[in-house]
């Protein structure tokens, strides 16, 4: 099969060399957003995050004319009624800097005063064809607690305040190459990068 081209709607390098590493050795070819300097932004508009990641899939698809993956994540917590959850990025107002955002949730947390301080990072990740056609969806969920204050460098978002199921640590205290293996966008990601695995595989065969 020759190499096929595969848009991930980010801008984010990280997130694009995360995708090149869990297909290394597939023949597909992975573009970022940076590569279409004009292309219209996709809003996210959904009330869900499968809704959100397909939105973002088949815009930049149609748009693009390419095979397009993205994907919506964000915090839930359950004393806070499953909040931010989508609004995840936006929970402080538009522009809100991490700190702000984190700053808002554990503020909210104290004025509940409750012991509950269950939570869950959720990943969705959409592959949608050039038609706009979703193709694949994949999902991965990482619970955990949040903690009192903000810990840890090594993230972004709410990484700081999160400490996952079995770890004593926050997102932000574990090292990448272990946050890499158990984060709800891991594995949501593992499981894209089966299924295109198997169109490769299929592409091979015809």
């Known amino acids: 099969m020759s190499t096929a081209g595969l848009l991930i709607a980010t801008r984010n390098r990280g997130k694009l060399q995360e995708l090149r590493d869990l297909l290394a050795g ?24 499968i809704e959100n990641a397909s939105l973002k899939a088949t815009g930049y698809a149609v748009q693009s004319g390419m095979m397009t993956l993205a994907d919506d994540s964000g915090l839930e917590v359950e004393a806070l009624d499953g909040s931010p959850g989508v609004l995840s990025a936006r929970y402080a107002g538009v522009g809100a800097s ?25 990943s969705v990740v959409a592959v949608s064809d ?48 272990v946050k890499n293996v158990i984060s709800h966008r891991a594995r949501a990601f593992r499981g894209t990068a089966k ?7 299929r592409g091979r065969a015809g």
């Open 26 to 49: 597939s023949p597909i070819e992975l573009w970022d957003l940076n590569s279409f300097p004009a292309i219209n932004p996709v809003a996210e508009t959904g009330s869900t995050f």
């Open 98 to 122: 991490d700190q702000e955002r984190v700053d808002k949730l554990l503020t909210e947390l104290s004025h509940l005063n409750t012991g509950n301080r269950a939570a869950r990072f959720v």
């Open 130 to 177: 050039p038609s706009g056609t979703v193709l694949n969806v994949s999902s991965g969920v990482c619970k955990g607690i949040i903690v009192e204050a903000p810990r840890g460098t090594n993230g972004f978002g709410y990484d700081p305040i999160f400490a996952p199921e079995g770890f004593d640590t926050t997102f932000a205290e574990l090292s990448s190459e």
């Open 195 to 201: 299924f295109l695995r198997s169109l490769t595989l």
